[in-house]
Nanobody, 118 residues
Framework: QVQLVESGGGSVQAGGSLRLSCTAP????????MDWYRQAAGKQREWVAS???????SYADSVKGRFTISKDKAKDTMYLQMDSLDPEDTAQYLC????????????WGQGTQVTVSS
C-alpha cells in the first residue's frame, strides 16, 4: 500500500520558518515530478511547488523566493523549506507523488497543518 507521510507542520509567528517533510518510499528516485500543495480553510487546494526527477524546481508566484523544495533520494524524502512565513501561508500542506507510464496515477499524503500568526 502506497503511503506518503507529511510532517513538520506547526504554529509559528509571521517571519518565522518551518521545514516540512514528506516521506515517500519509492518515489524520490522515480521518473515523475513530486509536488507540494496547500489548502486553506474554505478555499480550494492550490499548487505550491514541484521538483522534477532531474531536480529542477518550480514555484507558485505567492511563495517564490521564500520557499524551497528539495528531495533526498537516499532518505526517500521530499522537503519544503518555508521562510519569511506570512499569515496568508496558513493552510494544510500536502505532498503529491505520481506513478505510471504518463505519471498519471496520483498519490497524496494526509497533510500537515501550518499556522502562521501575525
Amino acid at each position: 500500500q502506497v503511503q506518503l507521510v507529511e510532517s513538520g507542520g506547526g504554529s509559528v509567528q509571521a517571519g518565522g520558518s518551518l521545514r516540512l517533510s514528506c516521506t515517500a518510499p519509492g518515489f524520490t528516485s522515480g521518473n515523475c515530478a513530486m509536488d507540494w500543495y496547500r489548502q486553506a480553510a474554505g478555499k480550494q487546494r492550490e499548487w505550491v511547488a514541484s521538483i522534477g526527477p532531474d531536480g529542477s524546481t518550480s514555484y507558485a508566484d505567492s511563495v517564490k523566493g521564500r520557499f524551497t523544495i528539495s528531495k533526498d533520494k537516499a532518505k526517500d524524502t521530499m522537503y519544503l523549506q518555508m521562510d519569511s512565513l506570512d499569515p496568508e501561508d496558513t493552510a494544510q500542506y500536502l505532498c503529491k507523488a505520481k506513478r505510471g507510464i504518463w505519471c498519471g496515477i496520483n498519490y497524496w499524503g494526509q497533510g500537515t497543518q501550518v499556522t502562521v500568526s501575525s
